[in-house]
């Protein structure tokens, strides 16, 4: 099947994917944030990591996650205000876990009354570029898989709710068609063509110029080349290309992808969130170690809005 093209709604899979991408990001997160604004760690000390935590504690990327989900699953489509009063609403709840500087001024925003998509505008000169809007929007990649009319302008529109710079929204648009590519056709059938059809959908030249250099770093051996050629950053710019990069090294293997994601160093959580994202999504929830997911804080929810977003979004294609 041509990746971007129509194809039968894989049912039975599909629902698998939905789940492997909700507690793969998850994971990644949860893998990830020890090793935060670390400059290189090594793949065994992740393993290790793993191993040895007791509890696999997620940060505000899953938390803000959770909060697109429970949206999408609410109101069966993208409600900017909706979804704004769900990430406001979380954040009270559990302010601890870690969230970035812009969100919590944007959330009392929000509170006090200002426009769901006005709020973010004066957080940053000309809106923030972080990748907060990126590391969230797996759910809704899930959610508009079969639509890529919508998916864009959705994806943008979340990310509008923290983030309006634009390399904050591209960031958000590029990880959220990631991720839809891959839960709609599982396995990737060639690198090259999902690189191609991402390529289409960037307005950049810093998102074109390094989906181009990624190319080059699928056979490369150092994965330390790929932080130095595409960044590690909290940055979108800097993020986003290093998960996709990371899970086209590794397609075939979740873990392999998400602890490469970790071993970049920098914002370790929200590149190997993404990856194990888009990892997940690809592969399916039977690809990631038991082990882990064993040890995962709130899998049980986590998995239960995977597959309720699945529920709803087949509602969606139905047309009911
Ligand atoms: O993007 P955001 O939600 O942060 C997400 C990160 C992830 O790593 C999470 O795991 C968590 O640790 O935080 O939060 P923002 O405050 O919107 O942006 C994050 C950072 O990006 C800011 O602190 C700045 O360093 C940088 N940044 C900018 N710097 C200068 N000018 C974002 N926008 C700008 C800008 O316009
Ligand atoms: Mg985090
Ligand atoms: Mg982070």
Request: with cysteine.
């Amino acid at each position: 099947m041509k990746i971007g093209g129509k194809g039968r709604y894989p049912f039975g899979p599909l629902r698998e994917r939905f789940r492997g991408c909700m507690l793969g990001l998850a994971l990644g997160d949860a893998l990830g944030v020890p090793f935060e604004g670390r400059r290189e760690v090594r793949g065994d000390q992740v393993w290790r990591a793993a191993e040895e935590r007791p509890l696999l504690r997620y940060t505000d990327d899953t938390h803000m996650a959770i909060g697109v989900a429970e949206s999408l699953i609410k109101c069966g489509r993208f409600e900017g205000r909706h979804m704004a009063e769900t990430f406001a609403r979380n954040f009270k709840e559990e302010p601890w876990r870690g969230y970035g500087p812009g969100p919590p001024r944007v959330f009392e925003k929000i509170e006090a009354g200002v426009p769901w998509d006005r709020a973010a505008e004066t957080i940053y000169p000309g809106g923030s570029f972080g990748n907060g809007a990126a590391m969230r929007v797996a759910p809704l990649g899930l959610y508009y898989c079969r639509d890529f009319k919508l998916l864009p302008e959705a994806a943008a529109q979340q990310s509008k709710i923290t983030h309006t710079h634009p390399l904050g929204i591209e960031g958000a648009v590029l990880q959220a068609f990631a991720v839809a590519l891959a839960a709609l056709h599982g396995p990737i059938p060639s690198a090259g063509e999902l690189l191609a059809r991402l390529r289409t959908l960037t307005g950049e030249e810093i998102y074109r110029s390094k989906l181009e250099e990624m190319e080059s770093l699928l056979g490369e051996p150092r994965a330390s080349a790929v932080a130095l050629r595409l960044g590690n950053g909290i940055e979108a710019f800097n993020s986003v290309p290093a998960a996709i990069c990371c899970f086209l090294r590794h397609p075939g293997s979740f873990a392999e992808a998400v602890v490469e994601a970790v071993s970049l160093g920098g914002d370790t959580d929200t590149i190997a969130a993404m990856a194990g994202a888009i990892a997940g999504a690809s592969l399916g929830v039977e690809k990631i170690p038991r082990g882990w997911l064993a040890k995962l804080e709130n899998k049980d929810y986590l998995d239960q809005l995977a597959v309720r977003l699945w529920e709803a979004a087949l509602k969606g294609a139905d047309g009911s």
